[in-house]
């Protein structure tokens, strides 16, 4: 059944349809082909999909559903979002002219206050002035060069700082960026700060300023935004703070400035009159700050990241390492000019930036003209942000995207000049960052240094895949966490350099090798007690690593003194036919008394017994574990030890033997040099001396003695190890023995002449 309408109905209906259609098509006309987003609330718009996640990693998962060219309204702030490499092509390319400003929130206001510097500064000649002082004066190549010697001297000051640490785990972070703010710093104003600490705050505080998320910026038009916040007063006190701090810097710089530096620069061409924007103090003030964050906390962050990368990949380091090592083998550290020869360590720092570029998002951008982008139209005022972060990972351009693979720019001729838009750490167009010249620098330098110098390993015997990766908030991507890592010097070469290095620049401050635990007064001692020295010295090396340090009471370790062998037993008579001989003590006699003893000082002495036994007694003295030799410092060590004592007598009784010696030797009258012994050629060259430091009768009986320890002691205990490991490795003692009387077939006995032939003996 049909329904009938009263005849007046259809005109009322199209009297109230036509407008509703004609305001619907006419607003769809004005607002033309708007980019597509996801759904809005009511005041907020869309932050409440950027809730919970870091933004970068939010906006790259928005796209994945709706596109690489997107609209948000962030608060009031409408935002277009740019998250693929054509996309960006056309934002930083074929339209950079119309995205070519940068948009200035409320609290960036408060910030700047009229002197926007150069990263905030609006488009125009103003800008144009200060992007051309920055490429030709401040970071030109030539410029960047000419502070190699600040980074060659703060270089120096970080492998330090890295080498004199206390064993165990190093902050590389707090290193790193010490290592680059100063570097910059000294690059800027011409002298390192006095408060580093100082200036790596308020550095850190600038940047939470440039985010642009506070309820002010959010909301621009609402009063009670700002009534609410916190946020203003904030600024406002870290504003005046920090421009305290470098009004302080400038008169510093100008009482004391020797070279030209950067601010040097800025002052100068402050000077020069004609300029139609002349540079306000206020302008040299913003623009340090802008060259201070950009020169060193974008690097520091590159830097750990790429350590970081390269630790959860240890054959990627193991090759980077091998490179390093390579370019630079035989030089004691690592030097710019063949920087240029490590390719892959440049592949692998591309490969950092493209999945950790400095700042995920660049910059934001503001739309000057309306233009289109991708064929949406992107309207004036609109802010324009690129996820430089998600267009390095989008699996369009990049093979395994998430991976860390330095090959895959090898030999694809991609670089970081913003010309290629898949890989735009930096940014690209009018707006890019001129100072990636000088950023590179200290990433390239501090990197290979560190990879050249130590090996590094990861606390607690963490796997690579456990090091945490998280990234924090903020405009650049920095570390969550600090990167603490364990260096280990590579070779003792190295150690050597440093310890010579670093004991002239630092004094005591170094980093020592590691050790055992100590107890209190006595150090390391007990380590050693009921084991012979070296065997305890061996287990000890084994826990501690190759090199170790000791302490013994006051004393540090030296490996030569207790690697002292005391001597063995007397000398005992030999044992009749078929009963076991005292072997040690036939060796000794042999050594000792028939060679060395009649060498030194000939077959004349009566006392020659005597004379043995006392040099036996010095050497249990020569080790210096006394309590004296533990503990030089204390005079109560010195009386309550009897060593003293008898090290005295000991030493009258040696005089008492050697004195007749030598005055016997003296009055010795032989005209045949064969029968010359050693004592007979030191008194010789005593007499026929003339030099600046003529041979005493002391420094004789002290060459006798010497000559007797090296030429007996060492030779008598080669001789019974030698023939302890024949006794237990049958098969050697036959084969030498086979050699042996092979040799002397037809012979009386073993003569010099013979034992050329002796291979395997020898």
């Not at 309207?379 to 430089?388: L, T």
């Not at 490795?729 to 002449?753: F, S």
Request: aromatic fraction near 6%; proline fraction near 7%; charge should be neutral.
């Amino acid at each position: 059944m049909a329904i009938e309408l009263p005849f007046y109905l259809a005109p009322l209906l199209l009297l109230l349809v036509t407008p509703i259609i004609v305001f619907f098509f006419t607003r769809h006309s004005a607002a033309g082909r708007f980019p597509p987003g996801p759904w809005a609330l009511p005041i907020i718009g869309h932050l409440h999909h950027l809730a919970g996640a870091l933004p970068h990693r939010a906006l790259r998962d928005l796209a994945r559903r709706h596109g690489p060219v997107m609209a948000l309204r962030l608060g009031e702030l409408p935002v277009v979002v740019a998250s693929s490499a054509d996309a960006a092509r056309e934002v930083m390319r074929t339209h950079d002219a119309a995205f070519a400003s940068r948009p200035l929130g409320r609290m960036a206001r408060v910030w700047y206050q009229g002197a926007e510097g150069l990263i905030f500064a609006p488009y125009g000649d103003a800008w144009r002035q200060l992007r051309r002082i920055c490429t030709l004066e401040l970071l030109s190549s030539r410029r960047v060069h000419s502070f190699r010697p600040i980074r060659d001297d703060e270089l120096r000051r970080l492998l330090s700082s890295v080498a004199a640490a206390p064993p165990a785990v190093v902050n590389l972070s707090k290193r790193v960026s010490a290592f680059v703010a100063d570097s910059a710093v000294r690059a800027i104003v011409g002298s390192r700060l006095e408060d580093g600490d100082a200036y790596l705050r308020f550095m850190r505080e600038a940047l939470e300023v440039l985010p642009g998320m506070s309820l002010p910026d959010l909301f621009p038009s609402s009063r009670l935004a700002w009534l609410v916040s916190s946020r203003p007063r904030w600024v406002q006190n870290r504003r005046v703070r920090i421009r305290e701090f470098m009004d302080s810097i400038i008169r510093e710089h100008q009482e004391n400035s020797l070279d030209e530096d950067l601010l040097d620069v800025l002052l100068r061409l402050q000077k020069e009159a004609g300029s139609q924007h002349p540079l306000t103090t206020e302008n040299i003030k913003t623009v340090m700050l802008d060259m201070f964050i950009a020169g060193s906390e974008t690097s520091a962050t590159t830097f750990l990241w790429a350590m970081s990368e390269l630790m959860r990949n240890p054959s990627v380091m193991r090759k980077t390492q091998d490179e390093v090592r390579q370019a630079f083998e035989g030089r004691p550290t690592v030097d710019e000019d063949s920087l240029t020869n490590l390719h892959y360590l440049h592949l692998v720092i591309k490969e950092t930036l493209r999945l950790h570029p400095p700042a995920p998002l660049l910059l934001p951008r503001e739309c000057r003209i309306p233009c289109k982008v991708l064929g949406f139209d992107v309207p004036e005022g609109v802010q324009v942000i690129v996820n430089a972060w998600a267009i390095g990972r989008d699996p369009a351009h990049w093979d395994r995207p998430d991976e860390f693979v330095p090959e895959r720019f090898e030999g694809s001729g991609i670089g970081f000049k913003g010309t290629e838009f898949e890989f735009i750490p930096f940014g690209a167009g009018r707006r890019m960052c001129p100072g990636i010249a000088f950023g590179m620098a200290h990433i390239e330098l501090a990197l290979a240094a560190l990879l050249f110098h130590f090996d590094w390993e990861l606390p607690g015997g963490m796997a690579p895949e456990e090091l945490d990766m998280t990234e924090a908030f903020g405009v650049t991507a920095q570390r969550k966490s600090d990167l603490v890592l364990v260096p280990v010097q590579r070779v003792p070469e190295t150690c050597v350099i440093f310890l010579g290095l670093f004991r002239k620049r630092h004094g005591g401050n170094l980093r020592l090798p590691p050790g055992p635990w100590a107890l209190p007064v006595i150090g390391h001692l007990h380590h050693l007690a009921g084991a012979p020295p070296h065997r305890a010295l061996r287990a000890l090396a084994r826990r501690h690593g190759p090199l170790i340090m000791l302490r013994f009471c006051e004393l540090p370790g030296r490996g030569g003194l207790v690697a002292v062998r005391r001597l063995l037993g007397p000398i005992e008579s030999a044992a009749s036919a078929g009963v076991p001989i005292n072997l040690t003590g036939r060796i000794k006699a042999f050594v000792s008394d028939s060679s060395s003893v009649r060498a030194i000082i000939g077959n004349r002495s009566e006392h020659r017994d005597q004379f043995l036994r006392l040099v036996e007694e010095a050497l249990k003295i020569i080790p210096g574990l006394s309590l004296p030799d533990l503990f030089p410092s204390s005079r109560l060590a010195l009386l309550v030890s009897r060593v003293p004592g008898m090290i005295e007598r000991r030493r009258r009784a040696t005089l008492a033997i050697t004195d007749p010696l030598v005055q016997a030797h003296r009055d010795k009258v032989s005209d045949q040099e064969d029968d010359e012994d050693l004592l007979d050629v030191l008194l010789r060259l005593q007499m026929n001396m003339d030099g600046q430091h003529p041979l005493t009768t002391a420094n004789i009986r002290s060459v006798i003695t010497d000559l007797f320890f090296t030429g007996s002691e060492t030779s008598a205990t080669a001789l019974q190890w030698a023939m302890a490991e024949l006794m237990r490795n049958p098969r050697v003692i036959r084969k030498a023995q086979d050699e042996v009387r092979r040799a002397l077939a037809g012979h009386d006995t073993m003569t010099e002449d013979n034992l050329a032939t002796c291979i395997t003996c020898i």
